[in-house]
């Protein structure tokens, strides 16, 4: 490869601790699988509660088929010689990390296109009455496609034909497959900072939402969350350049891709898959805090109807008129019935008697309820064992 110089002066280098390949396993499949559930309860929201599906949920339907298949080229590239030195490898290592590479690079430019598209398209449903923003954010609707067009075909076409990316180079190779360092090196970094750049206004837009006339705290809430989610993004973009810049996409201090490129390659991950969840958690998360997650729970319920019952004594009628209605789990259920078991004959007087008149109980015994019934009638609230 003419441009780029390749020796073994860095395998006296301590193992970076990104590059074990436990480390990148774990980072790329915990993200891939928040990112997954963030997007699918993103998409039950639009699809089932709120049924207003829009382009946005298009982009990010395509965003997550490009990250899914980005994390697992990764996850490949870590058996075939990812944080080790390329030197080492043997030939079919060597090719095959470089085609796993390709595609987590092709699916990582496309993807961060995709996201933004996603964003700011979701922008334009808050933003309707706002002329001068809306149309701010149709530029850039536009912009970020053709930026996203424009990268996208130097990662998926990096040369002609493609497997001359991985074949040791050729005359029509250019961009992310030049064999030359400053095009090749240009490319990455003209990426990263307009990616930064974009990754910045897509943060500030929501900010009027702030300050805007008639909204509620819940909504300057959900704007914070947004920002500061969108604010880890920020760093991972701006974290993952400067390692860019200080390697030069692992070409210097000598030509290394497979020992200098993890880092780079694990704050791309974590990049993308945050702006998944910055982009999907202001959907669905207040139709989640707002539902109540008690009946979810409730096994068991039991209604008692209202009941009258007339007794004949010497001296009054007693009347006993009880209404209740439990609804709980089954674990609540079964306390309230041991507190009654306990109390048992305790009964609490206050508009009526609440006690258990057995038409069975002795003449004296139905006198005295009778008196109860009276303290009740009367005004008296006190605990009676009868």
């Not at 998926?156 to 030049?178: E, K, M, Q, R, T």
């Not at 789990?329 to 109390?343: Q, Y």
Request: proline share 4%; net charge neutral.
């Amino acid at each position: 490869m003419s441009g780029f110089r390749w020796s073994t002066d860095n395998f006296d280098e301590p193992e970076p601790i990104s590059n074990r390949p436990d480390l990148i396993w774990g980072v790329v499949i915990a993200c891939l699988i928040f990112s997954w559930v963030c997007v699918c309860l993103r998409l039950y929201v639009r699809l089932r509660v709120v049924r207003a599906p829009g382009w946005d949920d298009l982009c990010v339907v395509l965003y997550l088929f490009m990250v899914t298949a980005g994390s697992i080229a990764v996850c490949c590239a870590v058996t075939f010689g990812l944080g080790k030195h390329f030197l080492q490898l043997e030939e079919w290592q060597g090719k095959s990390f470089l085609k796993t590479f390709y595609i987590a690079n092709a699916t990582y430019v496309t993807a961060t296109a995709l996201i933004k598209e996603a964003l700011l398209l979701q922008y334009l449903r808050v933003f309707e009455r706002a002329v001068i923003l809306r149309r701010f954010l149709i530029f850039l609707v536009v912009f970020t496609a053709l930026w996203g067009i424009a990268y996208s075909f130097l990662a998926w076409a990096p040369c002609i034909p493609v497997h001359d990316f991985w074949n040791g180079g050729g005359p029509l190779c250019y961009g992310y497959g030049s064999q030359y360092i400053r095009p090749f090196v240009a490319t990455f970094e003209s990426h990263a900072a307009s990616n930064m750049v974009l990754d910045i206004l897509v943060l500030v837009i929501p900010l009027p939402l702030l300050f805007k006339d008639g909204t509620t705290n819940c909504a300057r809430v959900r704007v914070v969350g947004l920002i500061s989610m969108g604010i880890f993004v920020l760093v991972f973009a701006v974290w993952r350049l400067i390692t860019i810049i200080d390697h030069q996409v692992a070409s210097w201090p000598t030509r290394d891709p497979t020992w200098y490129g993890p880092i780079s390659i694990i704050l791309a991950v974590l990049e993308i898959d945050a702006a998944s969840v910055c982009a999907s958690v202001p959907i669905f998360w207040p139709v989640i805090s707002s539902m109540n997650w008690g009946k979810i729970f409730v096994t068991q319920e039991v209604n008692i109807t209202r009941e009258t019952r007339y007794m004949e004594d010497d001296e009054d009628e007693l009347t006993r008129d009880t209404t209740h209605s439990r609804t709980g789990s089954e674990a609540e259920l079964g306390e309230s019935g041991r507190k009654g078991a306990r109390n048992k004959g305790m009964y609490y007087q206050d508009s009526y008697v609440l006690s258990h008149v057995d038409p069975l109980r002795s003449s004296a015994e139905r006198v005295h309820a009778s008196a109860i019934s009276d303290m009740a009638k009367n005004g008296s609230k006190k605990w009676v064992k009868i």
